[in-house]
Nanobody, 115 residues
Framework: QVQLVESGGGLVQPGGSLRLSCAAA????????MGWYRQAPGKQRELVAA???????HYADSVKGRFTISRDNAKNTVYLQMNSLKAEDTTVYYCNAKTVIKWYWGQGTQVTVSS
């Protein structure tokens, strides 16, 4: 089992920045891929950014150049630095961890971009 705890969401003005954190615990040795997803009401959950155990990263086109995913292996934590935030980035963000057997999800953290 893998437990994920997110933090860092909140309210920010357009053009502002936030950093989300996802702390992993449990059988983290089995995790080969971690990422951030988001899901707006009535829409499918979409991948925002991902990072592999080897450090390779992937971003959705809508966030390229604005968001950066990183990991601190010593703290078992993955971060999502979000800059130049837009109103359309407003939604709930979920941390995800993939193992060969199962996907794990955090509880979600709300990000609201509004003036």
């Amino acid at each position: 089992q893998v437990q994920l705890v997110e933090s860092g969401g909140g309210l920010v003005q357009p053009g502002g920045s936030l950093r989300l954190s996802c702390a992993a615990a449990g059988s983290i040795f089995s995790v080969y891929h971690m990422g951030w997803y988001r899901q707006a009401p009535g829409k499918q959950r979409e991948l925002v950014a991902a990072i592999t155990s080897g450090g390779n990263t992937h971003y959705a086109d809508s966030v390229k150049g604005r968001f950066t995913i990183s990991r601190d292996n010593a703290k078992n934590t993955v971060y999502l630095q979000m800059n130049s935030l837009k109103a359309e980035d407003t939604t709930v963000y979920y941390c995800n961890a993939k193992t060969v057997i199962k996907w794990y999800w955090g509880q979600g953290t709300q990000v609201t971009v509004s003036s």
